[in-house]
T-cell receptor, first 111, second 114 residues
Framework: GESVGLHLPTLSVQEGDNSIINCAYS??????FIWYKQESGKGPQFIID?????DKRQGQRVTVLLNKTVKHLSLQIAATQPGDSAVYFC??????????FGSGTRLQVQP | GAGVSQSPRYKVAKRGQDVALRCDPI?????LFWYQQALGQGPEFLTY????????KSGLPSDRFFAERPEGSVSTLKIQRTQQEDSAVYLC????????????FGQGTRLTVV
């Protein structure tokens, strides 16, 4: 299948540890942000989103933090599992424009 | 349908051939997007439809690329006279409205131009 993320920065964590993946965005007009997970040979899969009027949002085992002052987004994954291994992309949206994706981070979970 | 469906899953084309890639969005979804993803890169925006109207085609790399969604449902991305640099995964996504809601992606079509 398709191999995603051959040249991407890699975060390697031990199973059970918490993971933090960071993303810097450039458009100060962006008002909606999504984190996607992409496994090899598959399309991006929605994880969690956040609107610009919030600075934190929690889901199941995941938390997204948004710092609009420095245009920074992070994804925290609690108790990382081998199934979390994938490439993670942040995406931003300004108004009705389409999503713009960041360059991605590969997460490798060591058993 | 249950999700966004794209076909074919894989396509090998000889340089100079025309190709057509199909996207079946989630039923009832108003917005449809096409993205191009090169190996090791994030998806790059190509074009966007709201129902049958193509509202943004600013990401199409050349006039060899053409997309349509004539009845506001299924969409086709056509690439004429394919070149090697067109080799990539072409992703389609749909969302239920035009506002800030998640976009659901298909598995993509991997195009290899030889």
């Amino acid at each position: 299948g398709e191999s995603v993320g051959l040249h991407l920065p890699t975060l390697s964590v031990q199973e059970g540890d918490n993971s933090i993946i960071n993303c810097a965005y450039s458009n100060s007009a962006s008002d909606y942000f999504i984190w996607y997970k992409q496994e090899s040979g598959k399309g991006p899969q929605f994880i969690i989103d956040i609107r610009s009027n919030m600075d934190k949002r929690q889901g199941q085992r995941v938390t997204v933090l948004l710092n609009k002052t420095v245009k920074h987004l992070s994804l925290q994954i609690a108790a990382t599992q081998p199934g979390d291994s994938a490439v993670y992309f942040c995406a931003e949206k300004a108004g009705r424009r389409a999503l713009t994706f960041g360059s991605g981070t590969r997460l490798q979970v060591q058993p | 349908g249950a999700g966004v469906s794209q076909s074919p899953r894989y396509k090998v084309a000889k340089r100079g051939q025309d190709v057509a890639l199909r996207c079946d969005p989630i039923s009832g979804h108003v917005s449809l997007f096409w993205y191009q993803q090169a190996l090791g890169q994030g998806p790059e925006f190509l074009t966007y439809f709201q129902n049958e109207a193509q509202l943004d085609k600013s990401g199409l790399p050349s006039d060899r690329f053409f997309a349509e969604r004539p009845e506001g449902s299924v969409s086709t991305l056509k690439i004429q006279r394919t070149q090697q640099e067109d080799s990539a995964v072409y992703l389609c996504a749909s969302s239920s409205n035009t506002g800030n809601t998640e976009a659901f992606f298909g598995q993509g079509t991997r195009l290899t131009v030889v």
